[in-house]
Structure formats: structure tokens, C-alpha cells
Nanobody, 122 residues
Framework: QVQLVESGGGLVQAGGSLRLSCAAS????????VGWFRQGPGKEREFVAT????????YYAHSVQGRFTVSRDNAKNTVYLQLNSLKPEDTAVYYC???????????????WGQGTQVTVSS
């Protein structure tokens, strides 16, 4: 079992930055890939980024490529999502999820956090 808790969300102006954290329980956290997803108002949940258990490989949605960076510190059982150059359309609840492989589909992840709200004002 892995329990995930996101933090770091908030209200920011367009062009600003935030860093989200996903803290995990469990001694085998480094064996899990972690994905970030988001769900905006009136929208379906969408893939944002993913990182392998080792942290060596990452993959991003086209909409965030070059603006968001995913990283992890396995010693701290934490995965980060750095959000830069934020746009109003980035407004959403952001979720982290853990699974066996760093894949795009949300169905590939077994454990989910409760989400953290990011609101970007224009």
C-alpha cells in the first residue's frame, strides 16, 4: 500500500510559479512510477507528467512541455512538480498517482492522492 498526499497548490497570477509536492508513505516508494494529472472545472482528468521510480526518465503532456518539470527525491519519499509560466488554463485540481510503470493512462496507476487546487488568475 502507498498513501499519497499532495501539497503546494494555491492562487497565483499568470506567469507565476508554484511547486507541488507529493509525499508518499511506504518503504518501497522508489519502485513506483509517479504520474501527475489534473482536472479543470468542467473538464475530464488529463495527464500532465510522469516519472519513473529511479527518476531517470520523465514524460510530459504537450501542453506543459517546457513549462513544468517533474522530479523526485526517493530519500524523502517525495515527488515534485514545478509549474512555471503558469496560464489561466492551468487552473485545476492536481493529483499525483503511483503505479508500476510511467505511463500516460490514468488506469495505469493504482494509488492516488486527494489533490491540490491550483488557480491561475489572468
Amino acid at each position: 500500500q502507498v498513501q499519497l498526499v499532495e501539497s503546494g497548490g494555491g492562487l497565483v497570477q499568470a506567469g507565476g510559479s508554484l511547486r507541488l509536492s507529493c509525499a508518499a508513505s511506504g518503504r518501497t516508494f522508489s519502485s513506483y512510477a509517479v504520474g501527475w494529472f489534473r482536472q479543470g472545472p468542467g473538464k475530464e482528468r488529463e495527464f500532465v507528467a510522469t516519472i519513473t521510480g529511479s527518476g531517470f526518465s520523465t514524460y510530459y503532456a504537450h501542453s506543459v512541455q517546457g513549462r513544468f518539470t517533474v522530479s523526485r527525491d526517493n530519500a524523502k519519499n517525495t515527488v515534485y512538480l514545478q509549474l512555471n509560466s503558469l496560464k489561466p488554463e492551468d487552473t485545476a485540481v492536481y493529483y499525483c498517482a503511483a503505479g508500476g510503470r510511467a505511463v500516460v493512462p490514468s488506469s495505469g496507476y493504482d494509488y492516488w492522492g486527494q489533490g491540490t487546487q491550483v488557480t491561475v488568475s489572468s
